[in-house]
């Protein structure tokens, strides 16, 4: 198997993050260094990007396994290029949520938790984001996309099709 | 030094000491049952909830009632503590709603459990579960799967006490398995099929209160019942070598630590002991086990009951199922 | 018009820089606490305030400072919970991405006063546009010299970080917070030791909320006794409320503590009423977590006196007839919002988010959204109202930390107040099998006794 490695780039910020945390309690950088991983390895986290984090910050892999599958953020399996969470908790309901997530869904032409043929887009639910005043609401990436109606929808999924980037909450 | 009460019942232990490890100073039916605690794991317990009790007067310095139900478990008592566990209503309330939450996803596929007839969640579901489930949802499963040779893991069945990790964490070189998952998709797992394999990895099978985590070389070969439990020893460089034989005529069907009557190991067994010694002429047998614990392995031997005091005891039980508050309990039949 | 202490000069364009910031009197409070008073002065500042933890719980926050261990030898922290995931709150997210600086400058004055040499930004991962707001934000503040070694010139010196989560509100849970930002499992930790004597790495830890920080800055600026002019009793100050739901005017309103809530309600200065000209059926008053309470209760108290904008006035009543100020989460429900709908993904929430370390919640938010997923979906059964009621008791109270009762409070305030509405769900699957049923026929109480055939 080819060995991976952080970019030079990503580990100068895998060692910055390290050094917030003082002598000794490296693992506290777990969390955040997750997240570049994550957004460095095509958004997801395999057992050996996990490895290589538990390399790094000196602990044991299963502590690295055990925090990754707590957290909802973090990816296990590979996902599409464009990860859509749409927030469906009471208050984006209220608002319309529902018809947002089917209206995702004959568009995309995949249900709830699948990725499209062409791994183009994958479509997740997502429990309350902090959007509820600007219900309903989608993340891609880092970024939040509120007040959707459907056709606000059908012009993000067109953008993100042609920027055809991956997305990325480190960005 | 603190004086606690405990069901009425006075005890003076050391400061520090938790409500459970005071209760289990007096013994008796007033000791809280534990799931997840464990003495002899650093850290272990406050998880299960079924040690709930209530503290009815923090301390003689500050008499006033905790306003909550508290794990006796982690909780240390207080010089003037005064608690209530079998004589309250509301604890035992609470602890059969934490039995029924123990036992929603758990498969009851007792007949085919090795654990069967030496299972803590067996044992607390007879005394404080109810007979019937409310529960109609489907039941959690998971793919039953070996870590290591000679560990075949149930996760179904497991209550997500944590002791095996506390085990894999403190007697051990290094934990491979842990919890993964969140909430009640939580699971012990190794993640990429990796074998726990060490010395001391056996004793994660002996903390274990339910049949999640059991001993291949053992598994099917006799209900316990029927096995002949009898305390041997052998020199060993690695551990204690002081162990239980589970035996049938004169053969070694498993080789365990020995529990004491809460159904700990204080002394834990190193593998070579268990797995590698299943011929009697290793060991030097003391004589059979005295299983203290009121379970079906007790049993050979089922402890006579005076027909008269058994009465008493059922027509206490109903006063209670009609809401009165709880007599005290017969002493003849605590003894 | 309340008094706007925190958001007064949120739309000021440039705000979030520190230039921008600074000369509309930004930082002024790090400099009057570093040049002018003891950390124990400004303690007391802020115990004078009668401010109380804007995250929830509304536990004062002078005394919860006043309980750090000063004696132990152990660096002390201040952390920050910006983990805001209350669903029905969104109002931390407003404050540090309008206006980054007010946070930073209530963590150097808080951390002066506590004596912290380190302090950290816990913030919910999914909030990963504000952490790099929060960083540039971060990075003005040591060019300027209010971060880093000896501030001001003073002899007091401050390192401060932000931390992102990953997407678990347990993490809210100041204990949890602190597992989390240790690198761990966000499993909260039986107390005691509350994190007041162990809490971050084992030392002396206070964890307060980004709006509690924030409001440090104008109580130690205008002094805590003028703080506390505002507000009724022991509510003193401004609050930050996020309204959400069937209303005209959603948004984030800093509000006088003691506003009326019809009021708040009705008001155009506020939510601007119920959209499309309906009526109002409830409201969820503090987040997600408190009792709902159905609209003649949310206006007035069962005694008839007008409901306030207060942690008094909305807890009247107790748990039979009242709420919650909670997080300042308020949600409203028009007729036509299905109030078991709206309790299923409540329920939904709380069994996603459940840690699963103690049983009572682990196995009881999980069973408690799959009977209340049957009700909606038309698949109930009568027995199964007082099952829920019964599991809800079984949870709260018996847990390890406070996500039992959240879950736990939802669905016995649903059931007490909107029973009707369970049972007709019972009674016609047939009718609640569309998943917008009250849109299409809204609920109204007048017709809930004939509806369930009583």
């Known amino acids: 198997m080819e060995e991976i490695k952080f970019s030079e780039k990503s580990l100068a910020l895998v060692n910055k993050i390290i050094k917030r945390y003082p002598e000794g309690r490296q693992k506290s950088a777990l969390l955040p260094i997750l997240h570049v991983a994550q957004a460095e390895f095509d958004g997801w986290l395999s057992p050996a990007v996990m490895d290589l984090v538990a390399s790094i910050l000196k602990i044991k892999p299963i502590e690295v396994y055990e925090v990754a599958s707590f957290y909802s953020m973090y990816n296990l399996e590979p996902v599409g290029k464009c990860l859509i969470e749409v927030c469906q908790t009471g208050p984006c309901w209220l608002r319309g949520s529902d018809d947002i997530v089917e209206h995702l869904q004959n568009k995309l032409n995949i249900k709830v938790g699948e990725t499209t043929a062409d791994g183009m887009f994958t479509l997740k639910t997502v429990e309350c984001l902090g959007s509820c005043g600007t219900a309903p609401m989608l993340q891609c990436g880092a970024k939040f996309h509120e007040n959707l109606t459907t056709e606000k929808v059908d012009a993000l999924v067109e953008d993100l099709r042609s920027a055809n980037a991956r997305s990325s909450y480190m960005r | 030094m603190a004086k606690v009460t405990i069901d009425g019942v006075e005890v003076e232990v050391a400061d520090g000491t938790t409500i459970l490890n005071a209760a289990r100073q007096i013994g008796g039916d007033l000791v809280p049952p534990a799931m997840c605690y464990y003495s002899t794991l650093k850290d272990s317990g406050g998880k299960c909830r079924v040690c709930l009790v209530k503290v009815t007067a923090g301390s003689a310095k500050d008499p006033r009632p905790m306003p909550k139900l508290v794990a006796s478990c982690r909780t240390p008592v207080m010089d003037g503590m005064v608690v209530q566990n079998i004589t309250s209503p509301e604890v035992l309330e609470a602890r059969k709603g934490v039995v029924e939450f123990l036992l929603l996803n758990h498969p009851l596929d007792c007949p085919v459990c090795d654990q069967a007839g030496e299972c803590d969640l067996q044992n607390l579901a007879y005394e404080h579960g109810a007979a019937k489930t409310r529960y109609e949802e489907d039941r959690r499963t998971f793919e039953k799967i070996d870590i290591g040779d000679k560990i075949k893991l149930h996760m179904t069945r497991c209550i997500l006490c944590y002791r095996c990790t506390y085990v894999a964490d403190q007697l051990t070189p290094e934990r491979v398995h842990g919890v993964l998952g969140r909430g009640d998709h939580s699971e012990i797992s190794t993640y990429i099929a990796k074998a726990v394999d060490n010395d001391y990895s056996g004793n994660m099978i002996d903390v274990c209160p339910v049949g999640a985590l059991t001993d291949k070389t053992f598994r099917f070969k006799s209900r316990v019942w029927f096995t002949n439990p009898m305390d041997a020893h052998r020199d060993c460089p690695k551990c204690s070598g002081k162990v239980v034989l589970w035996m049938k005529g004169e053969e070694v069907l498993r080789v365990s630590a020995r529990k004491d009557q809460y159904g700990e190991v204080k002394e834990y067994i190193c593998n070579e002991c268990r797995y590698d010694h299943k011929n009697v002429k290793d060991w030097t047998v003391e004589g059979p086990r005295h299983i203290d614990r009121h379970s079906v392995i007790a049993q050979g031997h089922y402890e006579r009951a005076d027909l008269i005091t058994l009465k008493k005891e059922i027509e206490r039980q109903i006063e209670f199922e009609k809401g009165k508050p709880l007599p005290e309990p017969n002493p003849s039949l605590t003894a | ?262 009021e708040f309600i009705y008001s155009d200065e506020y939510c601007g009423g119920i959209w499309k000209g309906r009526k109002m059926k ?159 026929e809204p609920f109204r109480s007048e017709k809930k006794l004939e509806a369930v055939g009583a």
């Open chain 3, 1 to 262: 018009m309340g008094k706007k202490l925190l958001t007064a000069n949120i739309n000021i364009p440039g705000i979030e820089t520190f230039d921008v910031y600074r000369k509309n009197g930004g930082y002024a409070s790090v400099e009057k606490a570093l040049k002018t008073m003891t950390p124990d002065e400004v303690t007391e500042e802020v115990k004078k305030s009668g401010l109380r933890g804007r995250g929830g719980a509304g536990f004062p926050a002078g005394m919860k400072w006043s309980f750090l261990d000063r004696k132990s030898e152990k660096p002390r922290y201040l952390v920050c919970n910006a983990d805001e995931s209350e669903p029905g709150t969104f109002k931390d997210r407003y404050l540090m991405e309008k206006i980054p600086h007010l946070l930073i400058e209530g963590m150097i004055t808080g951390s002066y006063a506590l004596g912290a040499r380190t302090s950290y930004i816990y913030i919910r991962g999914e909030y990963m546009y504000i952490v790099r707001i929060l960083e540039k934000a971060i990075e003005e503040a040591y060019a300027a010299g209010f971060l880093g070694q000896n501030i001001l010139g003073t002899p007091y010196s401050l390192d401060l970080y932000v931390h992102p989560g990953a997407g678990a509100y347990i993490c809210g849970e100041e204990t949890a917070l602190l597992e989390s930002l240790e690198g761990k499992r966000g499993n909260p930790r039986l107390k005691p030791p509350f994190p007041a004597v162990a809490g971050l790495y084992a030392a002396p830890t206070v964890v307060n909320n980004v709006e509690t920080i924030a409001a440090v800055v104008p109580i130690v600026n205008g002094g805590g006794d003028e703080y506390a002019k505002i507000g009724i009793g022991k509510s003193t100050g401004t609050k930050l409320i996020s309204a959400s739901g069937h209303i005209n005017k959603p948004g984030i309103y800093e509000i006088d503590l003691g506003l009326p809530v019809e």
């Open chain 3, 282 to 440: 409830a409201v969820v008053a503090g987040g997600s977590s408190v009792p709902i309470l159905p609209a003649d209760l949310i206006l007035k108290t069962a005694k008839g006196e007008q409901r306030l904008m207060t942690y008094e006035s909305l807890a009247d009543g107790g748990f039979v007839s009242g709420t919650m100020l909670g997080s300042g989460g308020f949600i409203v429900y028009d007729e036509t919002a299905c109030i078991v709908r709206n309790l299923w993904t409540f329920a939904r929430f709380y069994h996603h988010e459940s840690c699963g370390q103690c049983s009572p919640c682990r196995e009881g938010t999980g069973w408690m959204e799959k009977v209340l997923h049957r009700i909606e979906h038309g698949h109930g059964h009568m027995s199964d109202i007082d099952l829920l009621v019964d599991v809800a008791k079984k949870i709260e109270g018996n847990t390890i930390c406070p996500l039992g009762d959240a879950a736990a409070w939802p669905v016995a305030s649903a059931i007490r107040h909107f029973r009707e509405e369970f049972e007709y769900h019972v009674k016609y699957p047939e009718k609640v099998s569309n998943p917008k049923h009250f849109e299409i």
